[in-house]
């Protein structure tokens, strides 16, 4: 029997694999171009070295041709009679265009388009991500008047006359029903009758935690310096014609400099777009002073403002959750839409989302508007003292959840002058060509029970799945 002293023993580990840390080098990768033509040099994989041993041993190398790319080149155009392939033979949509001149009785079910002007208001604002997915889709912006379009208008008229607490109005109504399209229609009529306008048509943005935040001791709230930025940046390139009609009542220290008393509103802006650290500062005094002048009317508008109610998705050093009236532009809202603040000629208008589940209607919200609660309650459910003071005052304004059959069928129109339809195909030239006709706008209005959305999203937009 051999002693262990002349016995020659080798061991060979093997580590179990693992998700943190594979005991297997990475696969080497490569990337394959496209090959000119007339180029005969080869490429060859590398062959990773294996190093599970304490030798490393070096695998042979393959023998296997590396097979090149064939070369693309674009097809003939003889080839390409497909309609789809003609991108020229679309065209701009002709329509009428959205002005205060011709919003009367006779407007209502008829298609307008939005102004083209670089300092248009939805051009600078934005819009909301409804109506964002329409807009791309058709080769020009636009929205049908309906009733209830002329009906605001008109409350809009009568409330350039006087204090906005006695115009705070809450669009409200189900999901899909149209309340984010008649509040783009109001300011973009603002914004044509020399309103000042202020419109955030993302509410949730300001409470979802999307945006840097800093705690101000001054003022004792979270201030928001890069959405304030942004946010005077857009209102300057809408107001600036009606901002330099009007003047700072008072110095206005800021960091670094200071903008004089008797300046114009553009150079306070300005500051403020400049220096973004300076921003939450002049924002607050462009409010301000907008609330001290009446020789303009002023509209603040917010889409999804039943997201200022509640908690946001900020955190405090704690990790405790933030309440929306503790950040200074929700609060500065607030304060406006419950009248504790007021501009002599104006209005405060919000729409309230549905879409979103972690920012619903709260009790105390749809308590104040008249609306069924959203869970079953009584009189010993929890209730925040200061969303009821918040809330105290505003005014309904519910949207029809359908529209009439004359909207719907303007609408119709609409897509399919624009070529936006692929339903209802005939054959023409050896070519499947879309035709839709009466039957197809009626199924898809029948679908949807009349609901914009539904009628958009589940019927227009659907037929471009049956190609």
Not at 89 to 111: A, H, I, Q, Y
Not at 159 to 171: P, V
Not at 201 to 221: E, I, M
Request: hydrophobic fraction near 35%; glycine fraction near 6%.
């Amino acid at each position: 029997m051999p002693s262990l002293a002349t016995t020659r023993c080798s061991f060979r580990f093997t580590v179990p694999l693992s998700r943190s840390r594979p005991c297997l080098p990475p696969i080497g990768q490569t990337r394959g171009y496209v090959v000119r033509p007339g180029d005969t040099r080869k490429t060859a994989l590398k062959t990773p070295q294996i190093r599970n041993s304490f030798k490393a041993k070096h695998a042979p190398a393959s023998k296997k041709k590396a097979f090149a790319t064939p070369p693309y080149t674009p097809m003939p155009t003889n080839q390409l009679t497909k309609s789809i392939f003609k991108t020229g033979e679309r065209v701009e949509l002709e329509l009428p265009t959205f002005s205060p001149k011709v919003m009367n009785d006779d407007s209502v079910g008829r298609v307008l388009a939005f102004p083209k002007a670089k300092n248009e208001a939805m051009r600078a604002f934005g819009v909301p991500e409804s109506a964002l997915h329409d807009f791309r889709i058709l080769s020009r912006p636009c929205s049908v008047v309906r009733d209830v379009t002329i009906s605001t208008f008109n409350v809009l008229d009568a409330a350039g006359q006087k204090s906005s607490r006695d115009t705070r109005l809450m669009m409200t109504g189900p999901t899909g029903c149209g309340k984010s399209y008649l509040l783009l229609q109001t300011v973009e009529y603002a914004a044509h009758s020399d309103w000042i306008v202020l419109y955030i048509p993302r509410g949730l943005s300001l409470v979802d935690s999307s945006r840097d935040y800093a705690y101000d001791l001054r003022t004792q709230t979270y201030l928001q310096p890069e959405f304030s930025a942004q946010l005077l940046r857009r209102f300057l390139s809408v107001n600036e014609r009606l901002t330099n009609m009007l003047k700072t009542r008072e110095q206005v220290p800021l960091q670094g400099r200071s903008v004089p008393a008797g300046s114009r509103l553009t150079a306070l802006v300005k500051a403020g777009v400049d220096d973004v650290n300076n921003a939450p500062v002049v924002l607050s005094v462009l409010i301000d002073e907008l609330s001290q002048q009446s020789t303009h009317p002023v509209l603040l508008a917010v889409d999804d403002m039943q997201a200022m109610y509640g908690y946001s998705m900020y955190r405090d050093p704690h990790y405790r959750q933030i309440m929306a009236q503790h950040l200074a532009i929700p609060r500065m809202i607030l304060q406006y839409a419950s009248g504790k603040k007021a501009f002599p000629r104006g209005a405060v208008i919000g729409a309230a989302g549905t879409q979103h589940t972690a920012f619903k209607m709260p009790l105390e919200l749809c308590e104040a508007l008249g609306l069924p609660p959203p869970r079953s309650t009584g009189p010993y459910a929890k209730r925040s003292s200061d969303i009821v003071d918040f809330a105290r005052g505003l005014q309904n304004l519910p949207v029809s959840p359908r529209m009439s059959v004359s909207e719907a069928a303007s609408l119709f129109e609409v897509w399919m002058q624009d070529n936006a339809l692929h339903t209802g195909q005939v054959r023409v030239d050896d070519e499947l060509r879309s035709m839709p006709n009466d039957e197809l706008f009626m199924t898809k209005y029948a679908e949807a029970d009349g609901n914009p959305r539904a009628f958009v999203r589940n019927g227009l937009l659907a037929t471009q799945s049956t190609i």
